[in-house]
């Protein structure tokens, strides 16, 4: 088999890298705290502002934040070229550690920290628990691509995802909170997570856009050819993505601005252990990826594809099981407040990282 190497990047190309970037993209910690501060004042002073939105469900999420998620994730599902899907998936070192990571390490890392510390707190613990065990389906796209990750590795790492979600969440969530606590002579938490609720959750979020973006690649390229559809469509569609992801916080923070901003403390007190848990599985990803010698793409598509958390899911789940109004719920919310900011904060240290730490590796031919 012939190989291709992963390129060491040229003195300076990190600042390229960034320097091309849109407007939209290079600001896009400012843009993303501007719309968290948006969303609380919403909540806070729109009355009724909450029920409006919860009106109308597509499943466990209001149809308004349902719509930003696939508008957030068609654009970047349309520039996979899902013809090199086949290389990925042929990299079992890629595949057992990201599915080592995603599926035994990271979650029971959350459920440590979460009984580190949070002992006092059962509901926010038993949130930050559900967070830790919906693993990345949507943002983590849009990370991985800032930081010139392998995309071809993300999708297919993130279809795994999704089809372990569907088969393992319930039963591991059951083990989380049941199973395990009893173990070890803790409290165990009673919840009755829906199977059905999950499969849509996935279906909605992951499977449209995905088909969408399938098929938008597929057509494009068949009448006007790759050059075309890589250089003249997807400039027009990729800014969506990040109107998508804008429009999404700007929601979320809306439907909890008030509590948010009632329970400063709390809040603070869930924040610590999901920035722990944001950087160190961040950093083992990392880590492990160079210790693989998977070249900088790979590794850094490992890295944001562990770290990352399927915080919509983890609020639907929350919502659902527990309501709207409840500490489980909360936690989730704190989710994207810390999970946003600091994974656009790791693009950043990623794209560091890929010049000083990183030098050619053999990837299989196309």
């Known amino acids: 088999m012939s190989i291709q190497t992963d390129p060491l990047p040229s003195p300076g190309a990190d600042a390229a890298v960034v320097g091309k970037l849109s407007t ?6 400012v843009w993303i705290i501007a719309a968290m501060v948006l969303g609380l004042v919403l909540g806070s002073l729109i009355p009724g502002l909450n029920t409006a939105l919860e ?30 899907t086949h290389r990925v998936v042929a990299d079992r070192k890629l595949m057992i550690a990201s599915l080592v990571i995603n599926w035994l390490a990271a979650p029971a890392f959350m459920f440590a920290l979460a009984w580190i510390f949070l002992p006092d707190l059962p509901e926010y613990r038993t ?17 991985n691509d800032l930081a010139c990750g392998d995309r071809e590795a993300a999708a297919v790492l993130v279809f795994i995802n999704s089809v372990f979600q569907v088969i393992a969440f319930g039963a591991l969530g059951w083990f989380y909170l049941q199973v395990l606590p009893a173990w070890l002579d803790l409290s165990t938490t009673s919840a009755d997570f829906s199977f059905w609720a ?27 050819g790759r050059h075309w559809y890589e250089n003249t469509l997807l400039p027009k569609l990729g800014p969506w993505a990040l109107y ?18 009632a329970r400063p403390l709390d809040v603070a007190r869930i924040a610590l252990p999901l ?8 950093a083992a990803g990392m880590l ?26 983890a609020i639907a789940v929350a919502i659902g099981t527990f309501g709207v109004t409840s500490g489980q719920a909360l936690a989730g919310v704190v989710g994207p407040l810390i999970e946003v900011p600091v994974l656009v904060a790791l693009v950043y240290v990623a794209l560091w990282a890929r010049k000083r730490f990183f030098t050619p590796c053999p990837l299989p031919a196309n």
Do not use: H
Request: aromatic share 12%; glycine share 10%.
């Open 55 to 84: 009106a109308v469900k597509i499943g466990e999420v209001s149809l308004p934040i349902a719509i930003g998620l696939l508008v957030m994730m068609y654009p970047v599902l349309a520039k996979v070229r899902y013809d090199q």
């Open 288 to 313: 492990t990826g160079k210790w693989l010698n998977l070249g900088y793409a790979r590794t850094t598509t490992l890295a944001f594809t562990a770290a990352g958390n399927n915080f919509e899911l």
């Open 24 to 29: 939209l993209d290079r600001f896009l910690p």
């Open 275 to 282: 920035l722990v848990y944001f950087l160190v599985v961040f």
């Open 127 to 143: 949130g930050l628990i559900i967070v830790g065990l919906a693993r990345c389906i949507a943002m983590v796209m849009i990370w």
């Open 244 to 261: 998508g992801l804008l429009f999404t916080i700007v929601l979320l923070f809306a439907l909890q601005g008030e509590t948010i901003t």
């Open 198 to 224: 999950i499969t849509v959750s996935v279906l909605i979020f992951l499977g449209i856009p995905l088909l969408a973006g399938f098929l938008t690649r597929t057509i494009g390229e068949k009448a006007k």
